[in-house]
C-alpha cells in the first residue's frame, strides 16, 4: 500500500470540499450519518471545511439498529451539528405491503429499496432547507468494486472520501477523533439484522484494499491469492455499470 501524509491529505480534502461547494453556490451539504466510520469521517471533513453551520447531519433509520442511530446522534451533538431524525420504516413497509401483491421480492431488492428511500429523503431535506448538495460517504475500495446502491448511497452530489481505501479512512478517522466505538465498529451497510460488508463480500477489507490498490496502480498481483485476485477482478469488472453513465444510442454511429 501507499505511505500518506494523513495531515497534508485531510488538509487538501478540507480545501477541495470548501472549492467544490463555493463553485456550486450552494449554502452547505447534508451528510446522511450511518453510525459508521466512512460517514464520521466525510462528516467532520465537511465541518472542517464549512464550519458547523453549513453541515447537516441526518439519521434515517429504516429498521435499522439502534446502536447505529445512536452512535450517529452522538457524533453529531459532539461535532456540534444540527441533526435531523427521519423514521422510514414505516414507509419502507408499506411499500413492501404493496408490492407483495403484485410479485415477489428478495433480500437484495429490500435491502437495496432502503437505500434508496434514503437517497430520496436526503435530497428532499436539501432541497427543503435551500440549496444545500449531498455529501457522498463512499471510499475507494466500496467504489471500485460497486459496494453501494445504484441510485441509493451512491447518488450524491461529490465523494470527499472516494480516492482513500479503507484502510487509509481508517487512519484518518484517528486522526481526527473519531470515537473508538466507531472505528472498530464492523463495517455494515445497515441493511439486514447481523450484516457486515466483509461478510457480504466474502473477503476481509485489507485483502480488498491490497488487491484494488495493486490494480489501480498497475502492480504485480502473482503473489496474491489467485481465487481472490480473480473474484475482486470480477467484481470491478461487473460494477462499471454502476459508476459509469448510462449507454446512449447514437443515430448517427
Known amino acids: 500500500m501507499r505511505s500518506l501524509d494523513y495531515e497534508q491529505i485531510i488538509a ?18 447534508v451528510v446522511g450519518i450511518s453510525g459508521g466510520i466512512d460517514s464520521a469521517v466525510t462528516t467532520t471533513l465537511c465541518i472542517k471545511a464549512l464550519g ?21 446522534e452522538n457524533l ?12 422510514l420504516t414505516s414507509v419502507y413497509n408499506e411499500f413492501i405491503r404493496i408490492s407483495s401483491s403484485l410479485f415477489e421480492s428478495n433480500q437484495i431488492a429490500m435491502a437495496n429499496l432502503k437505500a434508496r428511500l434514503r437517497m430520496m429523503t436526503i435530497y428532499y431535506v436539501g432541497q427543503s432547507l435551500g440549496k444545500f448538495i449531498v455529501a457522498g460517504t463512499s471510499n475507494r475500495t466500496e467504489l471500485a468494486i460497486g459496494y453501494f446502491t445504484k441510485y441509493g448511497d451512491g447518488g450524491v452530489d461529490f465523494e470527499p472520501i472516494g480516492d482513500l481505501y479503507k484502510c487509509e479512512v481508517r487512519e484518518i478517522a484517528k486522526i481526527l477523533e473519531i470515537p473508538e466505538e466507531i472505528i472498530k ?12 460488508d466483509e461478510a457480504e463480500i466474502g473477503l476481509t477489507y485489507d485483502v ?25 477482478k470480477e467484481m470491478i469488472r461487473s ?8 449507454p446512449l444510442f447514437k443515430i448517427n454511429n
Request: charged content about 30%.
Open 208 to 232: 480488498l484494499d491490497e488487491i484494488i490498490f495493486r490494480i489501480d496502480n498497475n502492480l504485480d498481483l502473482d503473489d496474491l491469492n489467485k481465487n481472490d485476485v480473480k473474484k475482486v
Open 52 to 72: 458547523v453551520k453549513n453541515v447537516i447531519g441526518l439519521g434515517l433509520p429504516c429498521s435499522s439498529i439502534l446502536k447505529d442511530l445512536n452512535d450517529a
Open 185 to 196: 465498529k464492523p463495517p455494515s451497510a445497515g441493511l439486514w439484522e447481523g450484516q457486515t
Open 12 to 29: 487538501k480534502i478540507q480545501n477541495w470540499i470548501k472549492d467544490y461547494v463555493t463553485s456550486a453556490k450552494v449554502n452547505g451539504v
Open 76 to 87: 453529531a451533538n459532539k461535532l456540534g451539528i444540527k441533526f435531523i431524525k427521519i423514521e
Open 239 to 246: 460494477a462499471d455499470h454502476k459508476i459509469t453513465m448510462p
